[in-house]
């Protein structure tokens, strides 16, 4: 599985196409959680070469947690010019590991592994040339039934995408695995995500073609605001270059 920013330049449509056709199928195969330990946890995701050791794992609240992953995405960004990933519990303010990719995406192969409730978990990396978030992005969210996906850049602007809780969050403490997964969808949402997907495509064609990559950022933006509310969602930036697109 991959959080994958848009600053992925597609070099043809096939490539966009295989993109779409490769999002994974919900995590969900089994009906309840599995209750790991935070060690076993960190055992399953250590499997990956890319995986890093966070500087600290646990924060007194959500908010410290939150800043010390962004900027972690900063330094590696500054350091590297590439992406890096934070996978954090907003119940345990655990940090769960950290991953690191290159310029273009950070690869999380064994966070599918985890047989657990995601419904807690946020997931912020960098983007390095500061586009909001990607298709792909979009659809690790809506398939692994993550809490939130967050893009930061360089300058800690950020793009964010969540679940409108309060409606199905459970209030059983042994939740389903991924609550959030494509059974659970309305024909709305689905309808949404289809015409999401669609829009998105041809974005990356007529923009990749004309080399117009600000433009591009711009028109993410726009399909992002129009279709994640459709898909109960919800969609969040504080981009400089986008305020002069805001309603």
Request: aromatic letters at 10%.
């Amino acid at each position: 599985m991959k959080v994958v920013g848009n600053s992925v330049i597609i070099n043809n449509m096939n490539r966009v196409r295989n993109l779409f056709k490769s999002t994974p199928k919900p995590a969900v195969l089994q009906e309840k959680a599995e209750q790991l330990s935070y060690e076993k946890i960190l055992e399953i995701l250590r499997k990956a070469d890319n995986f890093v050791e966070p500087a600290k794992r646990d924060f007194d609240s959500t908010k410290t947690m939150f800043e010390y992953a962004k900027q972690r995405c900063i330094e590696t960004l500054k350091s590297k010019n590439s992406e890096h990933a934070v996978i954090m519990n907003t119940k345990t303010n655990k940090v769960l590991g950290e991953f690191i990719g290159d310029s273009q995406c950070v690869p999380m192969s064994t966070f599918n592994d985890l047989n657990i409730d995601k419904s807690d978990i946020v997931v912020m990396h960098g983007h390095p040339k500061n586009f909001p978030l990607s298709y792909a992005d979009v659809s690790f969210l809506r398939d692994t039934g993550i809490k939130s996906i967050i893009a930061v850049d360089i300058n800690g602007e950020f793009s964010f995408v969540g679940r409108k809780y309060g409606l199905e969050k459970p209030k059983s403490k042994i939740g389903l695995i991924n609550l959030y997964n494509k059974k659970s969808e309305t024909n709305r949402e689905k309808r949404a995500f289809l015409s999401y997907s669609a829009t998105s495509c041809e974005d990356a064609e007529f923009f990749r073609n004309a080399k117009l990559e600000e433009g591009w950022k711009c028109a993410i933006h726009d399909t992002l605001e129009t279709y994640i509310p459709s898909m109960n969602l919800r969609y969040v930036t504080n981009y400089d270059y986008l305020k002069n697109t805001k309603k």
